[in-house]
């Protein structure tokens, strides 16, 4: 597998190295002119994760994305069990947080500084003292091959140029497990490939593990197991290879 990790520095001395989902269920209370109306988003989720990468492939609605965010507590279970390497995200949220980096599909929801270079910065705040933040924020500009865009304003970048620098402000802080959510949508080839070294990278050399929802099907075969969601149960759990497939026929089962 082009992200399969053979050994890296975080995975030796830690305790448990999993996630798992027992029986989780979300959802919402929509207002109607009869009372409020549950309505579920994901239905008994049953699932542990464990592999260095993980796709998770689905139809928009499907509640891909909202599994996703229950990976660092962004989204709490109505009921059931989350827990990430043994801490509860209810109880333990900054623990949790702390370990699970966030990269959502719209880069303009994490970006807040004027410039990449102070927005990492940012990031940097409550772990690198100020005389060296600027150096190290700019290490991880480089690491990323974007070092040029460090002082560029972040309106004047393309969706594609944002989304890596969401990506550095979010490595940053050295994240055990990283979360990204359509992390190809904005990206040209170009911007695709290095995405893609950069994650075999830090799967190998950091020992981070990675999980990403994605329609790039191509994309999702490069990871070490799939899920395939759809209307708000994981209907499917296999190698990617298997997973794309299972899902392209139920696209197409839908479209007859």
């Known amino acids: 597998m082009i992200f399969g ?3 890296g520095p975080a995975s030796a001395g830690e305790g448990t190295r999993e996630i798992s989902f027992s029986e989780v269920s979300v959802g919402v209370l929509d ?3 009869t009372g409020d109306a549950y309505r579920p988003i994901l239905t008994d989720v049953n699932v542990t994760v464990d592999e260095p990468t993980v ?3 689905g139809a928009n609605g499907s509640g891909k994305s909202t599994l996703l965010q229950l990976f660092n ?3 709490t279970a109505n009921s059931g069990q989350v827990f990430i390497d043994g801490l509860d995200p209810v109880v333990e949220a900054k623990q949790v947080r702390s370990r699970v980096g966030f990269v959502f599909t719209d880069p303009a929801a994490q970006l807040v500084m004027p410039t990449p270079l102070e927005d990492i910065e940012l990031s ?3 772990r690198v003292p100020k005389a060296e933040r600027r150096g190290a924020a700019l290490a991880v500009l480089e690491e990323l091959g974007i070092a040029e865009l460090a002082d560029r304003s972040v309106y004047e970048l ?3 140029q944002r989304q890596l620098v969401a990506l550095a402000a979010v490595l940053a802080v050295d994240p055990q497990i990283l979360v990204l959510d359509e992390p190809t949508t904005l ?3 170009r911007n695709k490939e290095k995405l893609r070294k950069l994650l075999t990278d830090l799967v190998a050399r950091r020992g981070v593990r990675v999980i990403f929802s994605t329609h790039d099907l191509e994309f999702a075969e490069l990871a070490d197991r799939a899920l395939v ?3 708000g149960r994981i209907v499917h759990d296999s190698a990617p290879a298997e997973a794309t497939q299972m899902y392209r026929e139920l696209i197409m089962s839908d479209c007859s």
């Open 5 to 7: 990790r053979k050994g």
């Open 31 to 33: 207002d109607t002119p």
């Open 55 to 57: 796709a998770i492939i």
């Open 73 to 75: 507590g962004l989204v």
């Open 124 to 126: 940097l705040r409550k």
């Open 158 to 160: 393309s969706g594609g």
């Open 187 to 189: 990206l040209d080839l």
């Open 229 to 231: 969601v759809d209307s």
